[in-house]
């Protein structure tokens, strides 16, 4: 892998680094289509010696990153997408420091949990209806369309 080329690497980094999968099947990936170019390298160096001809007919014979990160993305299944949203929204950000982790987890644990609290809050409640005004209302209410 070392002697892989900065253009395969940046190549693949290209293709992989946009899909909506989580870090070790993107790290899988990676090493497959790097292993993938560099069969198709060493094949393009044995046509003749010349590395930077055959590294271009690599990038050419490889395709476009764009394509083909389309072409993966239409393989990525919801299970696959939703693991990958959950790890990017729980992970520690680059720049973010302990103390804005643990405040960003908290607040997100309290929206999650704030639709439950409600729930019991209002279950707790003891709605009581009082019977003698309605039934009052009940017949002021007939007296009045009756006759």
Do not use: N
Not at 31 to 40: G, P, Q, V
Not at 117 to 139: N, T
């Amino acid at each position: 892998m070392s002697t892989t080329p900065r253009e395969m690497k940046i190549l693949v980094e290209r293709v992989v680094r946009p899909l909506p999968l989580c870090l070790v099947r993107q790290q899988r990936l990676r090493a497959d289509l790097l292993t993938h170019l560099e069969l198709i390298y060493s094949e393009e160096l044995a046509v003749d010696s010349d590395e930077s001809a055959a590294l271009a007919r690599t990038v050419k014979r490889f395709g476009d990153p764009s394509e083909l990160t389309s072409e993966f993305r239409k393989t990525i299944g919801w299970e696959a997408r939703y693991e990958a949203f959950h790890e990017r929204m729980t992970a520690q950000r680059p720049q973010e420091s302990i103390e804005a982790y643990v405040i960003r987890m908290l607040a997100g644990v309290l929206c999650m949990m704030a639709p439950l609290l409600m729930f019991v809050i209002l279950a707790k409640h003891q709605f009581q209806v009082q019977s003698i005004p309605f039934l009052e209302y009940r017949l002021v209410a007939g007296t009045l369309y009756s006759s």
